[in-house]
């Protein structure tokens, strides 16, 4: 008598948030640069990218189990004078 073989779960969707990060007078604020409308300020970047990473999956989850693609930007928007570009690879 043998075990049953279960097979492997398909992997959950996995894509890159490129955020541009700045420095404030009271913390730190980040945008979603490659998904319009997520913009956040938190008083440290751990905090920020929580953040981030929430509304990203609240925004993209619905549009995946629709069977759809998200609506990118592209081209990225240039970064400001102030901001870096961080690459934040999300799990849905």
């Known amino acids: 008598m043998s075990l049953?073989?279960?097979t492997p779960a398909d992997p959950p969707p996995s894509m890159?948030?490129?955020?541009?990060?700045a420095k404030t007078e009271t913390g730190v604020a980040g945008r979603v640069a490659n998904l319009p409308g997520i913009v956040v300020t938190a008083s440290n970047e751990r905090d920020l990218m929580?953040?981030?990473?929430?509304?990203?999956?609240?925004?993209?989850?619905?549009?995946?189990?629709?069977?759809?693609q998200p609506t990118w930007v592209?081209?990225?928007?240039?970064?400001?004078?102030?901001e870096r570009k961080v690459f934040l690879p999300v799990h849905l």
Not at 77 to 82: G, I, S, V, Y
Request: hydrophobic share 45%.
């Open 4 to 6: 049953p073989i279960e």
């Open 74 to 82: 592209d081209p990225l928007p240039q970064l400001a004078e102030n």
């Open 16 to 21: 890159g948030c490129i955020v541009y990060i």
């Open 50 to 68: 929580r953040q981030i990473v929430k509304q990203f999956k609240a925004e993209v989850a619905p549009i995946f189990a629709r069977g759809e």
